[in-house]
């Protein structure tokens, strides 16, 4: 039921924000400043936390799905709460971020990514990327395989935001209950009270998270780690060291 009501709010905002007037836009940017300004700037180019006209987040949403979950479930492991928005301010400002992603490539027409040119963000020293990426990425990633070419694939500023910020991917999760029964299967939804689990017969199951022993297995869990874990300039060496994957 859970699933099912999460699925409704998304679709309602997408039939909300799918051809946005300026009052929407204008509601949004309002409800932006109040509530997440302190994070991200008020015109969501980041401060504390990311530029989200630059998040793969942002630029992948296409009628709210993406942005609306984050809104709704946060990212606790990046620090940001979750907020309790209903479904038209979420979707005011899905419209809202729509719209600054629209003004900044407007902007920048012409010229890609003019603001983060290569020149301005290859910075970092490449041996020093590469031995970073030999001891924190290369269990996940090679340059000769998944990583191949990657640097002619993306613009500059793409790709740092990809290493830094992946798309969030499906999580797997084992559901163990005190009888010792075991469900594996995608995790659809979690919180602190509820879990929920398409199991491999396609089936959606959910439990009380006190009833039950719960492990996920998150692929984009050492990128989140990583985040508190680079140094210096090891962001900097990292993206240095993808860039020679043409």
């Known amino acids: 039921m859970m699933r099912l009501a999460a699925l409704a709010i998304s679709s309602a905002i997408a039939a909300l924000a799918q051809t946005p007037d300026a009052a ?16 991200h700037g008020a015109d969501a180019t980041g401060a504390e936390g990311p530029n989200l006209i630059l998040s793969a987040v942002v630029r992948h949403d296409q009628k709210g799905e993406l942005i609306s979950e984050v809104i709704r ?3 606790p492991n990046k620090g940001m709460p979750a907020f309790p928005f209903n479904t038209e301010r979420t979707a ?4 809202f971020l729509h719209a600054r992603v ?15 040119s290569l020149g301005k963000l290859n910075t970092g020293n490449v041996e020093a990327g590469r031995s970073f990426f030999a001891g924190h990425c290369a269990s996940c990633h090679s340059p000769g395989g998944d990583l191949r070419g ?34 594996t299967g995608e995790l659809i939804y979690s919180d602190p009270f509820t879990v929920g689990i398409r199991g491999k017969d396609g089936w959606y199951r959910s439990w009380f ?7 996920i297995d998150d692929p984009l869990r ?10 210096g300039t090891a962001m900097h060496d990292v993206f240095s060291y993808l860039e020679t994957l043409k």
């Open 222 to 231: 050492e990128h989140r780690r990583l985040l508190g874990e680079y140094r």
């Open 209 to 215: 998270r006190k009833d039950v022993t719960l492990h």
């Open 73 to 75: 479930e946060g990212r």
């Open 92 to 95: 005011d400002i899905t419209a």
């Open 24 to 39: 929407t836009i204008e509601r949004g940017r309002m409800q932006f400043q109040q509530s997440c300004a302190f994070c």
């Open 102 to 116: 629209k003004e900044s490539d407007r902007r920048s027409a012409g010229e890609p990514g003019s603001g983060y």
């Open 150 to 183: 990657v640097a002619s694939k993306y613009e500059p500023i793409v790709l740092q935001t990809a290493f830094l910020y992946p798309r969030d991917v499906a999580k797997t999760a084992t559901v163990v209950e005190s009888s010792g029964e075991t469900t």
